[in-house]
């Protein structure tokens, strides 16, 4: 957080896989699957655009693989649960418009390593990139945003499993929880809001009766009491939603996909980039550091930023901020053991997190949805780095 104060509220929203935005951006990320699964050396900038009954696939993608752009699309919808013709956004009514054409050669030129070795790999395109993490939760993730996710992802999940007994929860779904903090640690939830899609007849008690249970199982019970507000479907009713109710783009919900607004971003979006691209896999390498930095216990809180210039391997720049809650002396001596630790060229990020091969157990498209970061299955959520980060920060004064 970039201010702390004694005594605060913060908030932060996440939005469902069936919201408009994750459902373009599910397609783009499950195209970048399909390409690197038969080529990982795939260029993939894919745009998605979902609205009533229609998908456009658009971008900028040169690969080997050959991939039916139609088949993934459709089923990516079918699979959210976007099967009933009535809605408006339907797997077997929408069409698909397909507008692909390859990579720039002005950008390849640059971002592509030479094969005899004598020109390095460079960074995808220019920008700034941030990774952030705090202790405040298990997951190491600031608490508004991670409750959020799994406030949606549970009704999802009980969507899926239970469709029985929840036939009036439709795919769309929004949510937003509100943190009381004393002196940078979470005491209790203020509020939480839930805006979920649902069916003509549905009832207000019975979804309200839902997120109160769903709110139990997934927010700490030490954080709950029985001063909560809870604002369910607001405004009354929400029949009409998903691309129908609003027209979804690739790369929209850059915040949620984050740390809901905790800590800096750069501006770059992640979904359907290939990893050549830096907005992506920086991001993903500065959290990889942030996370690993907090859990050898050299902060509480830290957030790194890296820059780098189109077609340049070495990044032009690396901060680190631990909002006073460092363990040596100064961030800069945080940033020398950085270095020590890590290789922040673009090929050894790609390598280092194994990012042209997604598999054992994860793609692209599971981060497209309930956000790219807290969630262990990822490789740039392992904490396999502790160790390393305590031995290069001997010798360093500490606060």
């Given at each position: 957080?970039?201010?702390i ?23 783009s990320?499950a195209?970048l699957?399909a ?8 260029r993939?900038?894919c ?8 998908i ?13 752009w139609?088949e ?5 919808v079918?699979?959210?649960?976007y099967?009933d013709?009535n ?15 390859k990579?720039s ?17 460079g ?8 990774g952030?993490a705090?202790n405040?939760?298990?997951?190491f993730?600031p608490?508004p945003?991670?409750y959020?996710?799994?406030i949606?992802e549970?009704?999802a999940?009980?969507?899926?499993t ?5 036939n009036?929860l ?9 943190v009381?903090?004393?002196?940078g ?13 649902h069916?003509?007849?549905m ?6 009766a839902l997120?109160?249970?769903v709110?139990?199982e ?5 954080l709950?009491n029985?001063d909560i ?9 929400f ?5 129908h ?8 919900k850059?915040i ?13 979006a ?7 691209k ?10 990889y ?15 790194i ?5 189109i077609g ?5 720049s ?13 961030d ?11 290789n922040?060229?673009?090929k050894?990020?790609?390598?280092t ?24 299955i ?8 502790i ?5 290069a920060?001997e010798?360093?004064e500490?606060r």
């Amino acid at each position: 957080m970039s201010k702390i104060t004694a005594n605060h509220v913060f908030t932060s929203e996440s939005v469902s896989e069936g919201h408009p935005d994750k459902v373009a951006d599910q397609i783009s990320d499950a195209i970048l699957d399909a390409c690197l699964k038969q080529d990982p050396e795939s260029r993939v900038a894919c745009e998605t655009l979902c609205t009533t009954d229609l998908i456009v696939i658009s971008g900028e993608i040169t690969t080997n693989a050959k991939v039916n752009w139609q088949e993934i699309a459709l089923n990516v919808v079918r699979d959210i649960g976007y099967t009933d013709e009535n809605v408006g956004f339907s797997a077997d009514n929408a069409k698909v418009m397909v507008a692909i054409h390859k990579q720039s050669a002005d950008i390849s030129q640059g971002v592509t390593e030479a094969t005899n070795a004598t020109q390095e790999q460079g960074a995808g395109d220019q920008g700034m990139m941030f990774g952030y993490a705090s202790n405040e939760t298990a997951e190491f993730m600031p608490a508004p945003i991670i409750y959020a996710h799994r406030i949606v992802e549970r009704l999802a999940e009980l969507r899926h499993t239970q469709p029985e007994k929840y036939n009036f929860l439709r795919p769309d779904s929004k949510s937003q929880v509100s943190v009381h903090y004393q002196n940078g640690i979470p005491q209790h939830i203020e509020s939480v809001v839930v805006s979920h899609q649902h069916t003509p007849d549905m009832k207000i008690e019975d979804l309200t009766a839902l997120v109160k249970q769903v709110v139990k199982e997934v927010i700490p019970a030490e954080l709950i009491n029985d001063d909560i507000v809870y604002y369910i479907n607001p405004t009354g009713r929400f029949e009409i939603g998903g691309p129908h109710g609003d027209t979804g783009l690739t790369g929209r919900k850059i915040i949620v996909d984050t740390y809901g607004g905790v800590g800096s971003h750069g501006g770059g979006a992640f979904s359907g980039k290939d990893p050549s691209k830096v907005d992506r896999s920086a991001a993903y390498m500065c959290r990889y550091i942030a996370k690993n930095i907090v859990g050898a216990g050299l902060a509480a809180k830290c957030e790194i930023q890296v820059a780098y210039a189109i077609g340049v391997a070495e990044p032009l720049s690396i901060n680190v901020d631990t909002y006073g809650t460092g363990k040596l002396k100064n961030d800069a001596d945080l940033e020398k053991v950085i270095r020590k630790c890590f290789n922040l060229k673009p090929k050894a990020i790609i390598d280092t997190l194994k990012l042209k091969y997604p598999g054992n157990g994860w793609c692209y498209r599971d981060s497209a949805a309930y956000g790219h970061f807290g969630r262990d299955i990822f490789p740039w959520e392992k904490l396999d780095r502790i160790s390393d980060l305590q031995k290069a920060a001997e010798g360093f004064e500490c606060r």
